[in-house]
């Protein structure tokens, strides 16, 4: 899918943010001649932008384009990436004293198994 214009009811497309990262994976709800409806927001069909709410004075508003392989890849990534540092934070935010000494080692046993595979 090259442009907007192909886009259908149940299409998934990019999200970009007004600063232009690719933020998710979106399913259009609606679409009419001049509009496409995502989770209530309308997107122009001509351009991709938002047609309504508010505008960043620098970046302006968030946008839309049809989904590619190579897009839904990088949001995966991008995901995954979020996903692995919030796991990272709540472990590192964990209150590890009120562990067991048998579970502490089997999390280092875990970690020495990891470590070992890289290597």
Not at 17 to 22: E, K, M, V, Y
Not at 26 to 46: D, F, H, L, P
């Amino acid at each position: 899918m090259s442009d907007l214009s192909e886009i259908k009811t149940g299409d998934y497309v990019a999200l970009y943010n007004n600063r232009g990262d690719c933020i998710k994976k979106v399913q259009v709800e609606r679409v009419t001649n001049a509009q496409i409806v995502i989770n209530g927001e309308k997107y122009s069909k001509e351009d991709g932008h938002k047609i309504e709410g508010s505008k960043d004075r620098w970046f302006g508003s968030p946008w839309i384009r049809p989904l590619s392989k190579e897009v839904e890849d990088q949001i995966e990534a991008l995901q995954l990436k979020e996903k692995r540092s919030c796991l990272i934070n709540k472990i590192r935010n964990y209150n590890m004293k009120d562990v067991s000494l048998e579970t502490l080692e089997k999390i280092i046993e875990l970690l020495d198994y990891n470590q070992n595979k890289k290597q």
